[in-house]
């Protein structure tokens, strides 16, 4: 009964890339746990507060306090503490604080993780492959979070291991573009353009484009052609401006 659609699979998660950069995350607890939430949030440059008690914080939250990478409040959690704060995670051994702090969340309409209580958790953590720009998360939706892991690395292993530094050069070569051609009207044709760079080079000559590289392809964008990194390498590259195929479409 799909209508020649793709059928809807409900039970899932809406795994999204979430701006938090610059917003105010709490974390609750400064426990093993807790220092995971940390990393996380701080890879997404969010401004983090914790609060714990000293004498709970482990060695990696107690050294993020000490250099200055998170704001620290050395006491049990209170309610004030969620007075302008965009995300709360707990990771408390006390499930009645837990439960508290998820009540008082969702009264302020906060967006709130409990660890260990999915039936607490707006959103739920997964399992994180980050290199540069490219991150993959992989969630099992609380069937198997240690499977996770292992699923994660497992499609780390099957990854080109340039592919990270193979984006970069892309979203540098697209920032170019879009100075190149501003226009809105010029999506389509930017879209097209920059789809068939990533699908006609390798990613070893993605890599080693540099800028000028991107100057002389970026000439290429007004014929809508596209040539190789040999070919905008070579002393006349404007003979590749005239065929437009180049046999690839
Ligand atoms: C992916 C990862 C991300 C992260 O936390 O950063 C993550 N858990 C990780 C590890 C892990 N967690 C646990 C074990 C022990 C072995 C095992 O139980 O499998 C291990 C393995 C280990 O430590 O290696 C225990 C556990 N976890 C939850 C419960 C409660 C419950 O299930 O009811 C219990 C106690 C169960 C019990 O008492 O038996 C619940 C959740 N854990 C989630 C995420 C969310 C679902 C994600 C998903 O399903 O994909 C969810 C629902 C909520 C949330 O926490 O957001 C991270 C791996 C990171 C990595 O290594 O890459
Ligand atoms: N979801 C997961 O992936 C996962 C995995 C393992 C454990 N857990 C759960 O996460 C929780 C934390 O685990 P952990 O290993 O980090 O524990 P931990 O014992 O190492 O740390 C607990 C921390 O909570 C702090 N704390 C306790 N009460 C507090 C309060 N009222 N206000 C502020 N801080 C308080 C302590 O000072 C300490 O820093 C536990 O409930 C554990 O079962 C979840």
Redesign the pocket.
């Given at each position: 009964m799909s209508g020649g659609f793709a059928p809807v699979e409900g039970g899932g998660s809406l795994i999204l890339a979430w701006q938090i950069k610059n917003k105010r995350v709490l974390v609750i607890g400064g426990g093993e746990?807790a220092a995971?939430?940390i990393l996380?949030v701080l890879n997404a440059d969010a401004k983090v507060t914790v609060v714990s008690p000293r004498d709970g914080l482990n060695e990696e939250v107690a050294f993020r306090v000490d250099n200055g990478q998170v704001d620290f409040v050395d006491r049990k959690f209170e309610p004030s503490d969620l007075d302008n704060v965009d995300m709360v995670l707990t990771a408390v051994d006390d499930p009645e604080a837990s439960t508290r702090i998820w009540t008082l969340c969702k009264e302020r309409k906060i967006a709130a993780?409990i660890?260990?209580?999915?039936p607490e958790?707006d959103f739920?953590?997964?399992?994180?492959h980050r290199d540069g720009p490219l991150q993959i998360m992989?969630?099992?939706?609380?069937?198997?979070?240690?499977?996770?892991?292992i699923v994660?690395k497992q499609i780390a292993t099957n990854l080109p291991n340039n592919i990270g530094a193979a984006i970069q050069k892309v979203g540098l070569l697209r920032r170019k573009l879009r100075k190149v051609a501003p226009k809105i009207e010029e999506g389509p044709k930017r879209m097209q353009w920059m789809s068939r760079v990533c699908e006609s080079w390798s990613l070893d000559d993605l890599v080693e484009m540099d800028e000028g590289d991107m100057e002389r392809l970026l000439g290429f964008y007004g014929p809508g052609t596209v040539p190789t990194l040999q070919n905008i390498r070579c002393d006349d590259p404007e003979q590749f401006a005239f065929d437009g195929s180049f046999g690839w479409w």
């Open positions: 746990v995971g939430r996380n993780n660890a260990d209580v999915p958790c739920y953590f997964g399992s994180v992989v969630s099992t939706n609380g069937n198997g979070p240690k499977l996770a892991s994660r």
